[in-house]
C-alpha cells in the first residue's frame, strides 16, 4: 500500500516537472503572459507541495484495518487478554525470582553473619580459655614468687634485727666501756683534785695561822688611834669587832666539814678578769662574806656618822682587817677579803647615811639585798 502511494506521488512530480518545461517556451513571446504563467506555476508548485505533504501525511499513518467479525474480535480480545495474563505472569514471576534471590542473599548474608559472629565468639572463648589457662599456669609460680619473696624478706628483716642487735652490743660495750674509763679518770681526777684541795687547804691554814700577828698588832695600833681622836663610837664598835671576830673563828674550827675535800666543784666566779672554781662549801662562805661586810660596814659607818666623823670607810678596821668570819677554810683568804670589802663599802655608806639603799635591817640584823648579792658576787652553777 504504502509502494503504491509513493509510485502515485513520483508520477505526480514527473507530470509538474513536464509541465513546467512546456510552459517555459512560449515565456520569451510574451512578458506578461510569462508572468501570469509563472505565478500560475508558483500557485502549481505550492499546491504540489501541499499534495506531497499530504501524501507523505498519509503514508505515515498507520494502515487501517481490514474491519473484523465479531468471532475475530472475540479470539484478538482474548489472545489479547492471554498475551497480558502472560505479561502479568512473567512480570510476577520475575518480580518473585528477584524477591527469592534477594531473599536468598538475605539469608546467606544472615549465615554468614551468623557464623562470623559464632566463630568470633568462638575465638573469644578460645582466648579467654587460653588466657584463663595461662593464669592457672603463672598462679602458681606466682605464688612460689611471693612465697620466695617473703622468706627472703623475712630473713633479710632477721639479718638487719641481727646487725642491730649486734651493733646496739658493740654500742652497749663501748658505752660501758667509755664509762669505765670515764668513772676511772674520773676517780684519778677526783682522787687528784682531792689531793690538790687538800694541798690547797693546809696552805691556806698556815699562811692564815702566819698573819695572826700582824692582825693583832694593826688592831692594836687602831686601839689607840681612836682614843687619842676620841672616837669612842668607832672605839666601840672596834672593840665588839674583835670579840665577835674570835668567837667566829672558834665556832668555825669546831664545825669545819672534812667533807669539803671531796667535794668537786659546781660553782665559778670572776674576779679580776678571771675565773675560779669552787663547791657548795666555798659559794656559802664567799655568800657569808658579802653579808658580814655589810653588816659591819654598816655599823662602823654609823659609828663614825655618831662620832660626828667624816665619812670613810678605807680608815675603818674592819674594812682593813677584812678577815671577819675567815677561818682559813674553803676558800682563798685573797677572794674572801675582797667580797667582803665589796659588802662593807655598801654597808658603811647605809650606815653613815641613815638609809637602807644596799640592804634592809630584820631580827636585830644588818644584811644585804638578794639583788645585791647576786650582782656583786654572780656565781655560775657548772652544772
Known amino acids: 500500500m504504502k509502494v503504491s502511494i509513493l509510485n502515485r506521488v513520483v508520477l505526480a512530480v514527473l507530470i509538474s516537472g513536464v509541465l513546467l518545461m512546456g510552459t517555459s517556451i512560449p515565456a520569451n513571446a510574451q512578458e506578461p503572459e510569462n508572468k501570469q504563467q509563472a505565478k500560475q506555476q508558483r500557485k502549481a508548485a505550492q499546491q504540489k507541495s501541499d499534495q506531497q505533504q499530504s501524501a507523505q501525511k498519509q503514508a505515515n499513518k498507520p494502515e487501517p484495518k481490514p474491519p473484523q467479525t465479531q468471532p475475530q474480535q472475540q479470539q484478538s480480545q482474548t489472545a489479547q487478554k492471554q498475551a497480558n495474563q502472560q505479561r502479568k505472569q512473567q512480570a510476577q514471576q520475575q518480580s518473585q525470582q528477584q524477591s527469592q534471590t534477594a531473599q536468598k542473599q538475605a539469608n ?6 551468623a557464623q562470623q559472629q559464632s566463630q568470633q565468639q568462638t575465638q573469644a572463648a578460645q582466648k579467654q580459655a587460653d588466657q584463663q589457662r595461662k593464669q592457672e599456669a603463672q598462679q ?7 612465697t620466695a619473696q617473703r622468706q627472703a624478706n623475712q630473713q633479710r628483716k632477721q639479718q638487719a634485727r641481727a646487725q642491730q642487735q649486734q651493733q646496739q652490743n658493740q654500742q652497749q660495750t663501748q658505752a660501758a666501756q667509755k664509762q669505765a674509763n670515764s668513772q676511772q679518770s674520773q676517780a684519778a681526777q677526783s682522787t687528784e683534785s682531792r689531793q690538790q684541795r687538800v694541798q690547797q687547804q693546809q696552805s691556806r691554814q698556815t699562811r692564815y695561822r702566819q698573819g695572826l700577828p700582824e692582825e693583832q698588832r694593826l688592831g692594836q695600833q687602831r686601839v689607840v688611834l681612836l682614843q687619842q681622836q676620841n672616837r669612842m663610837n ?6 665588839q669587832y674583835v670579840l665577835r ?3 667566829i673563828r672558834f665556832q668555825q674550827q669546831r664545825s669545819y666539814n672534812s667533807y669539803y675535800a671531796y667535794a668537786a666543784p659546781n660553782y665559778r666566779y670572776a674576779r679580776g678578769g678571771s675565773y675560779y672554781e669552787t663547791n657548795q662549801y666555798g659559794a656559802n662562805l664567799l655568800r657569808q662574806a658579802v653579808n658580814y661586810g655589810y653588816e ?3 655599823r662602823s659607818g654609823q659609828a663614825d656618822r655618831q662620832d660626828r666623823y667624816q665619812s670613810n670607810y678605807q680608815e675603818s678596821y674592819g674594812y682593813q682587817d677584812a678577815n671577819y668570819g675567815y677561818s682559813g677554810y674553803y676558800v682563798d683568804q685573797s677572794d674572801y677579803n675582797y667580797y667582803f670589802r665589796e659588802g662593807f663599802r655598801r654597808g658603811y655608806e647605809d650606815g653613815f647615811d641613815g638609809g637602807h639603799q644596799y640592804g634592809s635591817y630584820s631580827s636585830g640584823r644588818y644584811s644585804i639585798l638578794g639583788a645585791v648579792l647576786l650582782t656583786v658576787l654572780n656565781l655560775e652553777s657548772l652544772r
Open 245 to 247: 671576830l674570835q668567837q
Open 140 to 146: 602458681p609460680s606466682q605464688q612460689q614468687t611471693q
Open 234 to 239: 668607832q672605839y666601840r664598835y672596834q672593840q
Open 296 to 298: 659591819q660596814g654598816f
Open 108 to 113: 546467606q548474608q544472615r549465615k554468614q553473619q
